[in-house]
């Protein structure tokens, strides 16, 4: 049978998602959990890879298995064997023929950042950091330029594996709450570092340092070296993908108290 779980993790003592040579990523951690609960070697596909020091609140992933057991008892079971930085929220049984990536319709993830001259201690790891005030108003004038289809070369990491650099971002929603932003990208797919990327260069345009043209030339010139450096994966959440309503997929919780 084929298993879908919804997995939820922070991010900051994990080398990404995708399993390496050391054990140290959530694949191994979950994949040798899931072994030690059903007793036999597993491994999982996963919706979208996050890099080092990214957290999610519901990666989707799916696995073949003859174990048969209730969707409550793969979560318990599987719980059991993970730290407590990485948790199993949901499961359930879903047709061969569903793909945690490839059935996805779009992905979605939020950058959160706090605003201060001082750095954050409490939060350090789970939120970005700006010293410089930002405009709200530039932000999104220059978030209206990346929505749609576009070749993203120059939001690109040159590691990047993906065939092509044609990505379509359906919304970015700028919020701010005190001294907490709020970015929110929805998009078919994303490139490697795409989103820190973009956040890098939003940020840019948010404190004064480059103006709203300024992103509109880098977008078309799609050349890596003329965008803002890479962001710090620290603020960086995984919302996680979504599905044809018809599989009845669950999503991430509504709200969460911590997040702005």
């Known amino acids: 049978m084929r298993v879908a779980l919804g997995i939820s993790y922070r991010g900051q003592a994990y080398q990404g ?32 890879r996050t890099d080092t020091g990214v957290h999610a609140l519901n990666q989707v992933v799916h696995l073949d298995t003859a174990a048969v057991r209730e969707p409550a008892s793969w979560v318990r ?3 059991r064997y993970l730290p ?12 061969s023929d569903f793909h945690a990536r490839n059935s996805a319709h779009g992905r979605r993830y939020v950058y959160v950042l706090v605003q201060s001259s001082v750095r954050p201690a409490i939060e350090a790891g789970l939120v ?17 330029v990346l929505v749609g289809e576009h070749d993203f070369s120059a939001f690109r990491s040159s590691e990047c594996q993906a065939a092509s650099p044609v990505k379509t971002i359906r919304a970015i929603t700028i919020t701010q709450r005190g001294p ?13 570092h795409m989103v820190r990327n973009l956040i890098g260069s939003l940020l840019a345009v948010g404190n004064g340092t480059r ?4 992103l509109a030339g880098v977008l078309s010139a799609r050349e890596r070296r ?6 710090p994966s620290a603020g960086l959440y995984f919302i996680g993908p979504y599905y044809d309503a018809a599989l009845a997929i669950p999503g991430p919780p509504e709200t969460l108290a911590w997040m702005p």
């Open 17 to 48: 998602w995708q399993s390496q040579r050391g054990g140290q990523t959530v694949q191994d951690r979950v994949e040798g959990a899931l072994g030690q609960f059903i007793g036999v070697p597993v491994r999982c596909l996963c919706a979208g």
């Open 77 to 79: 079971g599987t719980n």
């Open 84 to 95: 407590p930085d990485i948790a199993v929220q949901w499961a359930q049984p879903v047709g």
């Open 128 to 144: 970005g950091w700006s010293f410089r005030p930002l405009d709200g108003a530039l932000m999104r004038q220059a978030a209206d």
């Open 180 to 192: 907490y932003w709020r970015f929110e990208f929805d998009a078919n797919a994303f490139l490697h």
């Open 211 to 214: 103006t709203v043209d300024w």
């Open 226 to 231: 003329l965008a803002a450096p890479t962001f």
